[in-house]
């Protein structure tokens, strides 16, 4: 039995779900209160270049992910696009493992599921720390227009938005870090 939330009250932290009676621990990550606001403003800006292939998407990734600004932040790391096949919704997994079905194949969807990637599981699905993530990615990966363009679809939307995630790539440097 899922436990139940009392008027006016917070969810626990860790909710406890009973499944085949026995009791197990679900993910911390804290309530995603914003997804439909972000997947609306994301709806208002062009979603970039359609890249119709598994080849084309994870050339564009390889090519976002070893660039200097990138591997500041980050440090390197890949990512695996997959063809997406049975998968109604694009995803992206704790391993990097990206799942693109044909509709979801653009610059934009692609940074979004790299964002998930990128996002501290500490930090809700689509809060404001994965909004910033996100923001910045489109920044350098699709340009400063569309960057600004998404930004004001976020003000229109509502969407809050922090670059609290977005590690500055100077500090890594300078500490000589590796991940």
Same mark, same amino acid.
């Given at each position: 039995?899922?436990?139940?939330?009392?008027?006016? @009250?917070?969810?626990?932290?860790?909710?406890?779900?009973?499944?085949? @009676?026995?009791?197990?621990?679900?993910?911390?990550?804290?309530?995603?209160?914003?997804?439909?606001?972000?997947?609306?403003?994301?709806?208002?800006?062009?979603? @970039?270049?359609?890249?119709?292939?598994?080849?084309?998407?994870?050339?564009?990734?390889?090519?976002?992910?070893?660039?200097?600004?990138?591997?500041?932040?980050?440090?390197?790391?890949?990512?695996?696009?997959?063809?997406?096949?049975?998968?109604?919704?694009?995803?992206?997994?704790?391993?990097?493992?990206?799942?693109?079905?044909?509709?979801?194949?653009?610059?934009?969807?692609?940074?979004?599921?790299?964002?998930?990637?990128?996002?501290?599981?500490?930090?809700?699905?689509?809060?404001?720390?994965?909004?910033?993530?996100?923001?910045?990615?489109?920044?350098?990966?699709?340009?400063?227009?569309?960057?600004?363009?998404?930004?004001?679809?976020?003000?229109?939307?509502?969407?809050?938005?922090?670059?609290?995630?977005?590690?500055? @790539?100077?500090?890594?440097?300078?500490?000589?870090?590796?991940?």
């Amino acid at each position: 039995m899922l436990p139940v939330r009392q008027s006016g @009250g917070h969810p626990p932290s860790l909710r406890r779900l009973a499944t085949l @009676g026995r009791v197990t621990d679900a993910s911390p990550r804290p309530r995603d209160s914003q997804r439909a606001r972000l997947y609306r403003a994301e709806g208002e800006v062009d979603a @970039g270049r359609r890249l119709p292939t598994v080849e084309r998407m994870q050339a564009w990734v390889d090519g976002l992910v070893a660039t200097d600004w990138f591997v500041a932040r980050w440090s390197a790391r890949s990512f695996e696009v997959r063809p997406g096949f049975g998968h109604r919704r694009a995803t992206a997994d704790e391993n990097g493992v990206l799942q693109m079905p044909k509709w979801a194949r653009t610059e934009l969807v692609l940074l979004h599921e790299v964002a998930h990637c990128l996002t501290p599981t500490a930090f809700a699905s689509h809060g404001p720390e994965y909004a910033g993530v996100l923001l910045a990615l489109s920044r350098r990966g699709m340009g400063p227009a569309t960057a600004q363009a998404l930004e004001d679809a976020f003000v229109r939307q509502r969407v809050r938005w922090t670059l609290a995630a977005v590690p500055d @790539g100077r500090a890594r440097r300078r500490s000589g870090a590796n991940c």
